[in-house]
Each structure stands twice: as structure tokens, then as C-alpha cells.
């Protein structure tokens, strides 16, 4: 994969050609180039009783967002950098007037058309990117654990719940997602979903 290239056209292969336009404006950064793409929408956020008992730590390490609310005003700048071949996610959640709750994690591609999305805490998801029609859906391979540079799996999934994800088109400037946790045991875990407008798309 070369510096001119969306991150996302190897992952996703032959399908890159086929696939609706908005999501070529949503995956259009390139890696080794300072792009950034802006999305913004609302979201519905959800999560047990399970978790809310552990929103202190979510806010600590800035991972998830440990809130459960409806109609959340959302903006998600896609960012690539020139030193760096990976991709990363800057969500910011509007929560009141002097209240934005930052979440961001960075995707590296593991080949093929599976990647980790890595959070600060240093544990990552390592999923699937796979497009069915109009979706692109998220499929869970299991959880890993960097060390340093080190990286290994984390055999987590039995605790930590499995993850699924899809995004879908509306139109060339719209798409909808859904992102949700369940457990083996307890069943739901947590949820968030919504729909974005491709706001900005600026290739360095």
C-alpha cells in the first residue's frame, strides 16, 4: 500500500471499486498524508447496569463513552499522518455546553482485510472489515494487549463481552452505523449508533 492510496482500498480489496460513494468520502484518507475527514451527526448511546458500574474507569483510560443518553451531537474527524501508516478515530462527544467527552483510538491493518483498533489503554479489537452490499460490517476476531512493541492476543472475549459493528449507505453524503457489546452471560452490554453527513473532506 503506497502513501497515495486510502488507507482502507487495501483492506477492503477488489470491493473498494464497488463500494457506495460516501463510504470512498468516509475511508478517503491516505496513509503517510496529513488528510482529515469530518463527519457529523447524533447518537444514541445505551449501556447495562454492568457497565455503568464501570463508566469511572472508562473515563479514566478514555475508552468507550461511559454515558447513556439519547440524541448526542457527534463529530468524528478521520485523521492519517505523514510519520504513521496507521488511521485514527478523534470522536468528540457534545455533552452539554462546556462538556465534550474525547474518545480516540487508532486502527492499524493486521493484512488482508482484518485490523486492531488500538485504545489508549493498550488493549485493542482485532476485527474484520467485510462489505455486504450496502453495509460495511465489523466482525470480531478476538481482543489484544500491546506491551511496549510488543503485541499479542488477549484471550479477553469470555469477560469483555464480543463486539459487532456495521455501517450502512443512505446516500453519497450520509451513512448510519451501529456499534453494540454483548455478553456470553449477560446478554447486552452496550450500544451506540447513529447517523453522520460526510461535513468535511480535506486531502493534504
Given at each position: 500500500?503506497?502513501?497515495?492510496?486510502?488507507?482502507?482500498?487495501?483492506?477492503?480489496?477488489?470491493?473498494?471499486?464497488?463500494?457506495?460513494?460516501?463510504?470512498?468520502?468516509?475511508?478517503?484518507?491516505?496513509?503517510?498524508?496529513?488528510?482529515v475527514v469530518r463527519v457529523s451527526g447524533k447518537m444514541d448511546i445505551r449501556q447495562s447496569w454492568i457497565?455503568?458500574?464501570?463508566?469511572?474507569?472508562?473515563?479514566?483510560?478514555?475508552?468507550?463513552?461511559?454515558?447513556?443518553?439519547?440524541?448526542?451531537?457527534?463529530?468524528?474527524?478521520f485523521r492519517t499522518h505523514v510519520d504513521s501508516d496507521a488511521f485514527w478515530y478523534h470522536r468528540h462527544?457534545?455533552?452539554?455546553?462546556?462538556?465534550?467527552?474525547?474518545?480516540?483510538?487508532?486502527?492499524?491493518?493486521?493484512?488482508?482485510?482484518?485490523?486492531?483498533?488500538?485504545?489508549?489503554?493498550?488493549?485493542?479489537?482485532?476485527?474484520?472489515?467485510?462489505?455486504?452490499?450496502?453495509?460495511?460490517?465489523?466482525?470480531?476476531?478476538?481482543?489484544?494487549?500491546?506491551?511496549?512493541?510488543?503485541?499479542?492476543?488477549?484471550?479477553?472475549?469470555?469477560?469483555?463481552?464480543?463486539?459487532?459493528?456495521?455501517?450502512?449507505?443512505?446516500?453519497?453524503?450520509?451513512?448510519?452505523?451501529?456499534?453494540?457489546?454483548?455478553?456470553?452471560?449477560?446478554?447486552?452490554?452496550?450500544?451506540?449508533?447513529?447517523?453522520?453527513?460526510?461535513?468535511?473532506?480535506?486531502?493534504?
Amino acid at each position: 500500500m503506497t502513501g497515495s492510496r486510502p488507507f482502507f482500498e487495501a483492506i477492503f480489496g477488489e470491493d473498494w471499486a464497488i463500494m457506495p460513494k460516501v463510504f470512498h468520502a468516509h475511508y478517503a484518507n491516505r496513509t503517510h498524508k496529513r488528510d482529515v475527514v469530518r463527519v457529523s451527526g447524533k447518537m444514541d448511546i445505551r449501556q447495562s447496569w454492568i457497565m455503568r458500574l464501570a463508566a469511572p474507569l472508562f473515563r479514566m483510560t478514555k475508552t468507550l463513552v461511559p454515558i447513556d443518553r439519547k440524541v448526542v451531537n457527534t463529530e468524528v474527524f478521520f485523521r492519517t499522518h505523514v510519520d504513521s501508516d496507521a488511521f485514527w478515530y478523534h470522536r468528540h462527544f457534545h455533552l452539554g455546553m462546556d462538556d465534550t467527552y474525547v474518545f480516540v483510538s487508532r486502527l492499524e491493518h493486521m493484512g488482508g482485510n482484518q485490523v486492531t483498533e488500538w485504545t489508549r489503554s493498550g488493549i485493542g479489537w482485532h476485527s474484520t472489515f467485510t462489505l455486504d452490499g450496502t453495509r460495511v460490517r465489523l466482525g470480531h476476531i478476538g481482543y489484544r494487549i500491546k506491551l511496549g512493541r510488543l503485541t499479542m492476543p488477549l484471550p479477553a472475549t469470555w469477560l469483555f463481552g464480543v463486539p459487532s459493528a456495521w455501517e450502512e449507505a443512505i446516500d453519497k453524503n450520509h451513512f448510519r452505523m451501529e456499534m453494540t457489546i454483548r455478553h456470553w452471560l449477560f446478554g447486552f452490554l452496550y450500544s451506540y449508533s447513529g447517523e453522520f453527513e460526510i461535513a468535511e473532506v480535506n486531502l493534504a
